[in-house]
């Protein structure tokens, strides 16, 4: 009975610490991860490929059309033709100039090919061909959030992570003072009020950690969605190499492929216009054709070969066309107006940016500062306790005040860390330093 209790508790406890194994992961594999199980990455590269067929299609209005076609009618036997010059007397058995033919044949082919529309479809080309670089430009765009999504939980995941070490080391040594307290209180070394103090404390550093570390199941569970791990994988994150990269003010922003991507769509609201303005000249085609014709007992043409010339102009589209040529001008206005925005906005990100570099830098001189002053007041609050100089309070604030300055250089150290990599962000060179 004992054995067959066993093995199930055995086998649950193995699946269990199974389970809870932890999968190591770097950020360059992360990276490279995202951008293979990016559902946004590969619908901008679908974008991009659709973009491409356009401009063989665009390019196909250039070539001739080539159509054939064949038919073959029965007539009924009612059906009768009058003929307007009589039929020679030996073709002829009948006095009248009336047959009834029983079927009818036609064949035809034709080609056509336009000379001239007013430069349209060179026009049309091209704007497909502008087209696809904006395509481009938008899925490198793509692929920067999503690596700059993929740094933004992996360093929230890292952060995360060191402030559970943080706090799991505290919470060890609050539980051990409730313990050397629990035995204060039963000797009658101190009071009851401070062993509580004590206790509540612990109490308060166990809530943060479990808070902590749900926000760490949170993180872990987006980050595998991202990335392509199962839903339930336990991610283990390691500290990121730094980028090699120097944040600079006034940083140029001309790499943003926000700022690109308006800069190509300019040259396609100009290349509008252009298209708009071919409804003011007329249409020039070519065309040849072939024709077979046969109705019985009438006429019968083979080798109906023919060539011509089309000129097409339509008057209206003089006053018409107007309103096009407008939209189109006031569209590529539109345009420009927007790109002096984005790059005011991009300036300003980019300034933004380094500032908060040179912040965090900053920063952490004063959190190191704060570190060593806070462990060597725990210590000499400690020594005071010890000695009966300092009592339970200022013990449990000076834990507190060390407690927070660990978690502060934790953070700290890696938002400089960050900051650098949302610089290289913002100034649109993410992508070249992380590859």
């Given at each position: ?5 066993f ?15 932890t ?9 490279q ?48 033709i ?11 058995n ?10 009818l ?8 090919v ?33 690596v ?20 799991n ?17 039963d ?11 004590a ?61 690109q ?17 071919s ?14 014709f ?22 209206t ?6 309103a ?17 925005l ?8 980019t ?13 952490n ?9 806070a462990?060597?007041?725990y ?10 100089l ?24 890696v938002?400089?860390q ?9 100034t ?8």
């Amino acid at each position: 009975m004992k054995t067959n209790y066993f093995l199930p508790v055995l086998l649950l406890s193995c699946l269990y610490i199974e389970a809870q194994e932890t999968h190591p992961i770097s950020l360059k594999q992360a990276i490279q991860s995202g951008l293979i199980h990016s559902k946004s990455v590969q619908a901008a590269a679908a974008a991009t490929q659709t973009s491409a067929y356009r401009v063989k299609s665009a390019k196909n209005a250039q070539y001739p059309n080539v159509n054939v076609s064949a038919e073959y009618l029965h007539l009924f036997t009612n059906t009768n033709i009058d003929l307007q010059v009589p039929l020679p007397s030996s073709e002829s058995n009948s006095p009248s100039n009336s047959v009834s033919p029983s079927h009818l044949l036609i064949g035809q082919a034709s080609a056509s090919v336009p000379v001239f529309n007013g430069f349209k479809i060179r026009n049309l080309i091209k704007q497909s061909e502008y087209a696809v670089e904006v395509s481009k430009i938008g899925e490198s765009a793509t692929k920067e959030d999503a690596v700059w999504q993929t740094i933004n939980l992996y360093f929230g995941l890292y952060k995360t992570q060191q402030s559970i070490a943080v706090l799991n080391e505290n919470l060890n040594r609050a539980q051990q003072r409730v313990k050397d307290f629990q035995n204060f209180l039963d000797n009658g070394i101190i009071a009851k009020n401070d062993f509580l103090r004590a206790k509540l404390q612990a109490s308060n550093v166990q809530l943060t950690l479990e808070e902590t570390k749900t926000t760490y199941k949170n993180l872990n569970y987006r980050l595998n969605l991202l990335i392509g791990l199962p839903e339930n994988e336990v991610i283990e994150v390691e500290q990121a190499s730094q980028l090699p990269l120097i944040p600079t003010p006034n940083a140029t922003y001309t790499h943003r492929k926000d700022v690109q991507s308006l800069e190509e769509q300019s040259k396609i609201t100009k290349n509008a216009i252009s298209i708009a303005r071919s409804g003011y000249y007329p249409s020039l085609g070519i065309s040849a054709g072939y024709i077979a014709f046969d109705l019985d007992q009438v006429v019968k043409v083979t080798n109906a070969t023919n060539v011509g010339v089309a000129l097409k102009y339509d008057l209206t589209s003089i006053f018409k066309n107007r309103a096009e040529v407008k939209i189109a001008k006031s569209r590529d206005i539109e345009n420009d107006y927007q790109l002096a925005l984005l790059q005011d906005k991009a300036k300003v990100e980019t300034q933004e940016a380094y500032n908060k570099y040179a912040l965090a830098i900053k920063k952490n001189v004063v959190i190191a500062d704060a570190l060593e002053q806070a462990d060597e007041n725990y210590r000499i609050v400690k020594d005071k306790y010890d000695n009966g100089l300092a009592d339970t309070d200022d013990l449990l604030e000076a834990d507190v005040q060390q407690l927070q300055a660990q978690i502060n250089q934790v953070l700290g150290e890696v938002d400089q860390q960050l900051s650098i990599y949302e610089y290289a962000f913002t100034t649109g060179n993410l992508l070249e330093n992380v590859q």
